[in-house]
Structure formats: C-alpha cells, structure tokens
C-alpha cells in the first residue's frame, strides 16, 4: 500500500507533533465525550439528552480514530467484515515498512495513550455509577466502551499483524540474499 492512501505523510520523529490537527481532533472527540458526560449532570436532568450527546460524541470520536487518526498517526486501518458463509473476517492495512519507519513518535504515543486512557476512563465512571445506584448510566457508559474497546482491539489486531508483515518480508529478505549469495558462489565453481 503506498503512503498516498493514507493521506498526509508523518515526518521523521522530531520535537514536535508531526500532525498537530490530526492530534487535537483525534483527543477532541474523546474529551467532549468524556466531559459533556460528567458535567451533563450538573446542567441537565434528562437522561435521553445526557445519552444522545454522550454516545454521539463517543460515535464521532470511533470514526475519527478508526478512518482518520489511525491512518495518520500510526499507519494503521482496520475493518471488520461478514464473508459469504456468514463469517466475521478481520481485515488489516498497514503502511510500507520505509513510512512506518518515519512515523512520528509523539504522534503515535498520543494515538496510543489515549486509545487505552480513555478506555480506562469509561471503565472508573462505570465504577461509580454502580455505586451510586445509576443503572440507566451504565448503558451510556456501555456504548462508550464497547466503541473503545472496539478500536482497541481492531488496532491492537492490525499492530499485532504488521509485526508479522514486518516480520515476514524481513525473513523474505535475508533468504533470498542468502540464495543470490549461495547461486552466485556455485555459478563461480
């Protein structure tokens, strides 16, 4: 797959963030989510305003990691199919090797850490909502994470997969210089 499907091209690591508006709307999703969530108590009362808001941000914030910022930041696509036998087929893109290598590391440890930290977020509120008793709360809050969890996973997956890709073509490599090296030295007898 060549870098020109993912869009823009991180540059090599450096100081700075690679793609600062990528970042910003890949944490801004998250944070409205998170924020009109346990602020909404204070302002709302209705809790079918507090659970449209909260899961449609929760939903923007999915395709954004999903189609935008996991393409960007880590070189990262993933998706999940049904084949005609009715089957659930994971399906995983990455990056050539060359442009992983050039990834932008703040990039990818802000794609990372707020992947997981946002998880772990939903997981504490859903904590408290079933210390105070708030049953209708945990649904909010069980959307949010599945949507979460469901990125976490896809990524983890496709990470998980361009290793082996990495891995494989690595392999490839040094046995086929191996065999030029060996066919080249019987050609020379």
Known sequence: MSTADFGEVSRPPGENYANPKTCFFHVLFKAAALVFYILSALFFDNFVIIFVVTVLLAALDFWVVKNVSGRILVGLRWWNEINDLGESVWRFECLDQESLARMNKKDSWLFWWTLYLTAVVWIVLGIFS????????????????????????????????????????ATQTIASRFTSTIQSAISVV
């Open 130 to 169: 079933l210390i105070r008793f708030q049953a209708d709360y945990l649904l909010v809050i069980g959307v949010c994470l599945t949507l979460s969890i469901a990125n976490i996973v896809g990524f983890t997956k496709c990470r998980k997969d361009a290793k082996k890709q990495i891995q494989a073509f």
